[in-house]
């Protein structure tokens, strides 16, 4: 069964760049099948998809984020990473990341890191 | 990006069949696209409970059904618990789409 897990500075100032990193264990990250992905949750609302990286066949985001975001694999460390510019209180919110199957559903969740952007 | 419609709020008494509906339009639900429904408990992360519109992952109690007809979909949710109280989201998404749009959640009360 394989586990996520994010991590990452819990505050972030307004401004400057949002970086998160999930590590990958029980399977590899380098499958060209799966949908590496981040998802976050604003403090009492809903799940917002943030976006996803395939090993082999790229990026794909969230086109309300697309023009702050960045998100990249790193097969040596089985882990893949998100990075968000120019955060704004608006960007606070729960972080999760997931693997997506080639299907587009989530079968495996991290925890899920607090995010606070903050001065 | 479609929008995917949930009830806010549903509620029902032990022992009781509740149904959440996800409603979408001709352009996602009704062109074909599955769908997946998601339970998340107070203060952890989400949980797949139903994918590609009625299938069960090992370890989800039949309690739970999922079908989907038209531009709509809909969780069953049989014989209800006290632990079964969580939010339920509906996420729209197949191997032909790229962008994954989740419904808006609803928040479950077992009375």
């Known amino acids: 069964q394989v586990q996520l897990q994010e991590s990452g500075p819990g505050l972030v100032k307004p401004s400057q760049t949002l970086s998160l990193t999930c590590g990958v264990s029980?399977?590899?990250?380098?499958?060209?099948?799966?949908?590496w992905s981040w998802v976050r949750q604003h403090p009492g609302k809903g799940l917002e998809w943030i976006g996803y990286?395939?090993?082999?066949?790229?990026?794909y985001y969230n086109p309300s984020l697309k023009s702050r975001l960045s998100i990249s694999v790193d097969t040596s460390k089985n882990q893949f990473s998100l990075k968000l510019i120019s955060v704004t209180a608006a960007d606070t919110a729960v972080y999760y990341c997931?693997?997506?199957?080639?299907?587009?559903?989530?079968?495996?969740w991290g925890q899920g890191t607090v995010v606070t952007v903050s001065s | 990006q479609s929008v995917l419609t949930q009830p806010p709020s549903v509620s029902g008494a032990p022992g009781q069949t509740v149904t959440i509906s996800c409603t979408g339009s001709?352009?996602?639900?009704?062109?074909?696209?599955?769908i997946h429904w998601y339970q998340q408990l107070p203060g952890t992360a989400p949980r797949l409970l139903i994918y590609?519109?009625?299938n069960r992952p090992s370890g989800v109690p039949d309690r739970f059904s999922g079908s989907k007809s038209g531009s709509s979909a809909s969780l069953a949710i049989a014989g209800l618990q006290p632990e079964d109280e969580a939010d339920y989201y509906c996420?729209?998404?197949?191997?032909?789409?790229?962008?994954?749009?989740f419904g808006g959640g609803t928040k479950l009360t077992v009375l």
């Open positions: 997931a693997r997506g199957l080639p299907d587009n559903w989530f079968d495996s």
């Open positions: 029980g399977g590899s990250i380098n499958s060209g099948a799966f949908r």
């Open positions: 990286v395939y090993y082999t066949r790229g990026t």
């Open positions: 001709s352009s996602d639900i009704g062109a074909g696209s599955d």
């Open positions: 590609a519109n009625s």
């Open positions: 996420q729209s998404g197949d191997s032909s789409l790229n962008d994954v749009v």
